[in-house]
């Protein structure tokens, strides 16, 4: 099977994280550059400057105060990147953006567009949460650090491994960045057998 092949069979099979990353209720910190020195103004001003504030429920409150203090502060590092807010979607639709950039992302390689991959590489990376947080739309007992503690390493997988790609493309080093992007795909793959997001509103969302 060639390159090309396993991409898009990689791509039919795995569905896309959005993976990535339940991240922990919280903060947003200025997102540092990318190593290339590149500016992606398509991922800069695409949304609301900060979340709206949800009233969420009493349960969903008690379980991430249970969380430990060191584990958040974990998560807000992790997720500082994410600086763009959705007062709208939630997280199914988010996913589904992400998989449209993975796509595009994918498709870049097979053509050696190196410019398009970091594009597309980066949103991807980067992408908004949904109305509030990417932790409302988890199930309620998924809401702990034993049931968490994968998703630091497959956020490094899936987030840093598209920042790696969109690097390794504006190199032209294509073959480095089709292997690893479908270390990304499998990342993805993996954080989506623990946690499925739910086919429309967070049931934790209250107003």
Same mark, same amino acid.
């Given at each position: 099977?060639?390159?090309?092949?396993?991409?898009?069979?990689?791509?039919?099979?795995?569905?896309?994280?959005?993976?990535?990353?339940?991240?922990?209720?919280?903060?947003?910190?200025?997102?540092?550059?990318?190593?290339?020195?590149?500016?992606?103004?398509?991922?800069?001003?695409?949304?609301?400057?900060?979340?709206?504030?949800?009233?969420?429920?009493?349960?969903?409150?008690?379980?991430?105060?249970?969380?430990?203090?060191?584990?958040?502060?974990?998560?807000?590092?992790?997720?500082?990147?994410?600086?763009?807010?959705?007062?709208?979607?939630?997280?199914?639709?988010?996913?589904?953006?992400?998989?449209?950039?993975?796509?595009?992302?994918?498709?870049?390689?097979?053509? #050696?567009? !190196?410019?398009?991959?970091?594009? /597309?590489?980066?949103?991807? +990376?980067?992408? $908004?949460?949904? &109305? *509030?947080?990417?932790?409302?739309?988890?199930?309620?007992?998924?809401?702990?650090?034993?049931?968490?503690?994968?998703?630091?390493?497959?956020?490094?997988?899936?987030?840093?491994?598209?920042?790696?790609?969109?690097?390794?493309?504006?190199?032209?080093?294509?073959?480095?960045?089709?292997? #690893?992007? !479908?270390?990304?795909?499998?990342? /993805?793959?993996?954080?989506? +057998?623990?946690? $499925?997001?739910? &086919? *429309?509103?967070?049931?934790?969302?209250?107003?």
């Amino acid at each position: 099977m060639s390159m090309k092949q396993k991409f898009v069979a990689t791509l039919a099979a795995a569905a896309v994280f959005g993976a990535t990353v339940a991240g922990p209720v919280g903060a947003a910190e200025q997102a540092k550059a990318p190593a290339n020195g590149a500016t992606y103004p398509s991922i800069e001003k695409t949304s609301a400057d900060s979340p709206k504030q949800h009233k969420m429920s009493p349960e969903f409150q008690a379980q991430v105060k249970k969380l430990p203090p060191e584990f958040v502060q974990q998560f807000k590092k992790m997720t500082a990147k994410h600086t763009r807010y959705s007062e709208e979607a939630t997280a199914r639709q988010v996913m589904m953006e992400l998989l449209s950039d993975v796509q595009c992302t994918t498709a870049g390689l097979m053509v #050696e567009n !190196g410019e398009m991959v970091a594009d /597309c590489a980066v949103r991807a +990376s980067r992408h $908004r949460w949904p &109305k *509030g947080h990417l932790l409302a739309y988890v199930k309620l007992e998924q809401i702990n650090a034993d049931s968490l503690a994968t998703l630091p390493k497959i956020n490094e997988q899936v987030e840093g491994g598209l920042e790696r790609v969109a690097e390794m493309a504006l190199k032209k080093d294509f073959v480095s960045a089709g292997a #690893e992007m !479908g270390k990304v795909l499998s990342g /993805c793959s993996s954080c989506h +057998s623990l946690f $499925r997001f739910g &086919k *429309g509103e967070s049931p934790h969302i209250v107003e």
